[in-house]
């Protein structure tokens, strides 16, 4: 039995580079762009997640980038946003779960887009 996946389309996220600022105490915190980020994709994943229940065992994701132009990215750097957007958005019940995790590029699309794919355990791809 092959298990079902559901496909979720983010915007495109900011880069881990662009995600913190530093506290005049000297800590960290996150820019205010990251958290509206990460605020808006929880909100289009629990919509789009619905009413089945938190994920609690290994959960492969498959993450495939349209970055918003044709500049040189690392893949990496947009990962953590999406996959903590994942766990707010009540899919898994924490990231470290997300195993394996692939990242993909795709086109090029205007204003960016990512299109994540979770493989639900339990369910029959229909």
């Known amino acids: 039995m092959t298990s079902a996946s559901l496909k979720i389309t983010l915007p495109y996220p900011p880069s881990v580079n662009n995600m913190y600022r530093r506290t005049h105490w000297g800590g960290t915190a996150l820019t205010d762009r990251a958290q509206r980020y990460k605020h808006s994709a929880a909100v289009i994943v629990m919509a789009e997640w619905g009413s089945r ?5 290994p959960v492969r994701v498959v993450i495939t980038l349209h ?15 999406i996959c903590d957007a994942l766990e707010r ?9 997300i195993a394996p995790l692939v990242i ?12 994540v794919e979770i493989g639900i355990p339990g369910e029959a791809a229909g």
């Open 89 to 97: 958005g009540g899919v898994v019940a924490n990231d470290s779960q």
């Open 53 to 57: 229940r938190t994920i609690t065992g």
């Open 67 to 81: 970055p918003p132009d044709r500049r040189r990215r690392d893949v990496d750097n947009t990962s953590k946003m």
């Open 104 to 115: 993909d590029r795709g086109e090029p699309c205007k204003d960016g887009m990512v299109v």
